[in-house]
């Protein structure tokens, strides 16, 4: 049994179709995920500023670069948040860290998990230990 074969093996393990909900209420939609082990995702983490504007490309820009430090990051600020997340889930991202407009007041991001959609408001300071600790770095 080859390489080749143990990666195909993982992608078809991590590789789901879910219903997911919409923004709007009670529809949903067909997710694609790739569940890869967070050990084994070749981007750790997403920055994703809510809008292209300056007062959150530039917080996030600078966040994106500082997460660089400790992990394998990806800046992305196309389209709508929504659709920006489901590419990261296809692409099997774990993480991802949207700036909006209250981070500006409270310096606070909002950090999503991959596999349970769930979101948690994290303070731009311990973004790092935070993400360090969730991927088993620490």
Do not use: W
């Given at each position: 049994?080859?390489?080749?074969?143990?990666?195909?093996?993982?992608?078809?393990?991590?590789?789901?179709?879910?219903?997911?909900?919409?923004?709007?209420?009670?529809?949903?939609?067909?997710?694609?995920?790739?569940?890869?082990?967070?050990?084994?995702?070749?981007?750790?983490?997403?920055?994703?500023?809510?809008?292209?504007?300056?007062?959150?490309?530039?917080?996030?820009?600078?966040?994106?670069?500082?997460?660089?430090?400790?992990?394998?990051?990806?800046?992305?600020?196309?389209?709508?948040?929504?659709?920006?997340?489901?590419?990261?889930?296809?692409?099997?991202?774990?993480?991802?860290?949207?700036?909006?407009?209250?981070t500006l007041q409270?310096?606070?991001?909002?950090?999503?998990?991959?596999?349970?959609?769930?979101?948690?408001?994290?303070?731009?300071?311990?973004?790092?230990?935070?993400?360090q600790v969730k991927?088993?770095?620490?």
């Amino acid at each position: 049994m080859g390489l080749e074969r143990m990666v195909l093996v993982a992608l078809l393990e991590a590789y789901h179709e879910e219903a997911a909900p919409t923004a709007e209420d009670g529809k949903t939609e067909t997710r694609i995920v790739l569940k890869l082990p967070k050990h084994l995702a070749p981007i750790k983490v997403a920055v994703l500023p809510l809008s292209k504007k300056e007062e959150l490309s530039g917080p996030a820009l600078k966040l994106a670069a500082d997460l660089r430090q400790n992990f394998v990051t990806e800046y992305d600020d196309t389209q709508s948040i929504g659709k920006r997340y489901r590419r990261q889930d296809e692409i099997g991202t774990p993480y991802c860290v949207t700036v909006d407009f209250d981070t500006l007041q409270d310096k606070k991001v909002t950090v999503r998990d991959r596999d349970s959609m769930k979101q948690e408001r994290v303070a731009l300071a311990e973004v790092v230990e935070y993400l360090q600790v969730k991927l088993n770095l620490s």
